[in-house]
């Protein structure tokens, strides 16, 4: 079945340097969208990309959606400690349907102050 | 504005026994999805309801069920608990689910299985 990869498994950042994190597909999307999900929390939507090349960005962080629709990446630009959660991508369309999102792996940050 | 409600938060049962969980989603949206978020994984689609009705599946066995009421709320039943169910169960609410909708999740009912 359809699988949506991320690399990092995890991440240990020095506060202050860059992070970033990669999504992967198994098959084409419709389109892709992030979330943030703090220890004990739960997910929290960041954005949604659509078009093929999309860039997109809120204040530090930047969303890539791949050419092929395919891959997407997120990168964080100046890491603080507030960043600290795991960043999921999670895929809408291909083999999976429609209405039915794959979230990846997920990549756990934690930031060293 | 509420947002997206769970309830209860946290339960524990035994093996076998079944269990109700329920979701108030955010006001103004008309669907409700439920996932299954194993500890350090990340959240596993079980299904979509629209309109009163099952709009789509993940691969979850038939022990996972769910009904939509006229007020949009959700809940998801299972049925002969077993030990892998244990897990952290999300409700995300949005407007239509067409698939190109933000998600607002709530914060979940954490299952433990004895």
């Known amino acids: 079945g359809q699988q949506v990869m991320q690399i990092p498994q995890y991440q240990h950042v020095q506060e202050g340097e860059d992070f970033t994190t990669y999504c992967n597909s198994s098959?084409?999307?419709?389109?892709i969208q992030w979330y943030k999900q703090r220890p004990g929390g739960h997910p929290v939507f960041l954005i949604q990309?659509?078009?093929?090349?999309e860039v997109k960005k809120q204040k530090r962080l930047t969303f890539q959606f791949g050419e092929a629709k395919k891959n997407s990446s997120l990168h964080i630009t100046a890491t603080q400690t507030t960043d600290v959660g795991t960043y999921f991508c999670a895929g809408s369309g291909g083999t999976s349907g429609t209405y039915k999102y794959i979230f990846g792996t997920g990549t756990r940050l934690k930031v060293l102050a | 504005d509420a947002g997206v409600t769970q309830s209860p938060t946290h339960l524990i049962k035994t093996r076998g026994q079944q269990v109700t969980l329920r979701c108030s989603p955010k006001?103004?949206?008309?669907?409700v999805s439920w996932y299954q978020q194993a500890l350090g994984q990340g959240p596993q689609f079980i299904f979509q309801y629209y309109e009163e009705e099952e709009r789509q599946r993940g691969n979850f066995p038939d022990r996972f069920s769910g009904h939509q009421f006229p007020n949009y709320s959700s809940e998801l039943n299972v049925n002969a608990l077993l030990l892998g169910d244990s897990a952290l169960y999300l409700c995300?609410?949005?407007?239509?689910?067409?698939?190109?909708?933000?998600?607002?999740f709530g914060p979940g009912t954490r299952l433990l299985v004895l």
């Open positions: 990309l659509v078009k093929s090349g």
């Open positions: 995300a609410s949005s407007l239509r689910g067409a698939g190109k909708e933000t998600q607002y």
């Open positions: 006001s103004g949206h008309d669907t």
């Open positions: 098959t084409t999307l419709s389109n």
